[in-house]
């Protein structure tokens, strides 16, 4: 069963992977990043000087976590798509009263399941569910999950990863999950100048690059294909037009790879596109969330460089 799961697993890597590369701009889905390597190489990123988001996510959410408690209600189950390490959670884990069951949701699962038994031992009075699930495609929460209000926490600007297309399908799907009387926490990358927001993903210490290159060799690992990582080149670019900023992994000379018999070729100088990260204005969120939900709250840091958003559904 395991067995003919992986198999399914590294045939759909393969066919997400190849559609990808055959693209006039080849790309590669953002959530192959994400093998316990690349969960843990972004810990490391958010602790880097030029990486204002966490930081100041955090400190809004430490600021205002009893506030925002007040605004989640009495009586809670915390669901979080792609929750990583946990850590910001922590921090509502930790204050509010009203969290009776947390279900962290991510694709890397190994990861998860790790992080997951030691939130156990830290928070031995919340019922910790992990669910092991991708969540760009319909899931379901545990059986088990309590009969309470249901609150999506999804800190990190992560929605900034979707193409706009994709963004209303991810709204809908948290919609449904939360049904009519749940809420949705986020956190919101803010526009700023654009030298801050390129420091920020193309580090002095060179983890941003180690991250991105993670996704060609998570790729190998995942399904014995031979990219080499050493052939490519990383840079963050800010796209005015889109309003966001680009991975990109550069081909520092012209090669080929064979991925399931399938040859692609990459030219020199060409890029794979592997990851956007959209800023916003509060207007332009609240246009973008506005046919599922109203925003009833924003908390912000001084410089209002990052929002946390409280919204309800419409
Ligand atoms: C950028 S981290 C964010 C972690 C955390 N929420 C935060 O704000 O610090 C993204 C996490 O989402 C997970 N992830 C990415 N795409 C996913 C998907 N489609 N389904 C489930 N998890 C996903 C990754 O494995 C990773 O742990």
């Not at 031995?124 to 992990?130: A, G, T």
């Not at 193409?163 to 209303?168: G, Q, S, T």
């Not at 060609?216 to 990219?227: P, S, V, Y």
């Not at 081909?251 to 064979?258: G, I, M, N, Q």
């Amino acid at each position: 069963m395991i067995e003919t799961d992986q198999i399914a697993k590294k045939a759909s890597m393969l066919e997400e992977v190849i559609t990808g590369l055959s693209q006039e701009q080849k790309t590669l889905p953002s959530k192959f990043f994400y093998d316990e390597k690349g969960s843990q190489l972004f810990d490391e990123i958010t602790n880097l000087k030029e990486y204002y988001p966490t930081r100041t996510e955090r400190k809004i959410l430490e600021d205002n976590v009893n506030e925002m408690e007040e605004y989640l209600g009495e009586e809670i189950v915390l669901i979080e798509p792609g929750s990583g390490s946990s850590e910001k959670t922590r921090i509502l884990l930790g204050s509010m009263q009203n969290i009776c069951c947390y279900i962290p949701m991510d694709i890397s699962g190994d990861y998860l399941f790790k992080v997951a038994d030691q939130l156990r031992d830290d928070y031995p009075d919340i019922s910790i569910q992990p669910l092991s699930a991708d969540y760009t495609k319909p899931f379901e929460l545990p059986e088990s999950s309590p009969e309470v209000r249901r609150v999506v926490f999804y800190p990190g600007s992560t929605i900034g990863n979707f193409k706009l297309e994709k963004v209303e399908q991810f709204l809908e799907v948290i919609h449904d999950i939360i049904g009519e009387d749940g809420a949705f926490l986020i956190g919101v990358d803010l526009k700023k100048d654009i030298p801050v927001l390129e420091a920020a993903y193309n580090d002095s210490e060179e983890i941003t690059a180690a991250f991105n290159k993670n996704i060609l060799e998570h790729i190998n690992r995942k399904t014995g294909t031979n990219f080499n990582p050493d052939l490519f080149d990383h840079k963050a670019i800010w796209n005015n037009e889109k309003s966001r900023i680009e991975m990109h992994l550069f081909v520092k000379e012209a090669h080929s790879v064979l991925v399931d018999g399938v040859e692609v070729s990459f030219k020199k100088g060409e890029s794979i596109h592997t990851e956007n990260s959209h800023k916003y204005t509060l207007e332009e969120f609240e246009d973008m969330v506005s046919e599922w939900f109203e925003v009833k709250k924003v908390w912000m840091d001084e410089d209002q460089y990052f929002s946390v958003q409280y919204l309800e559904p419409k």
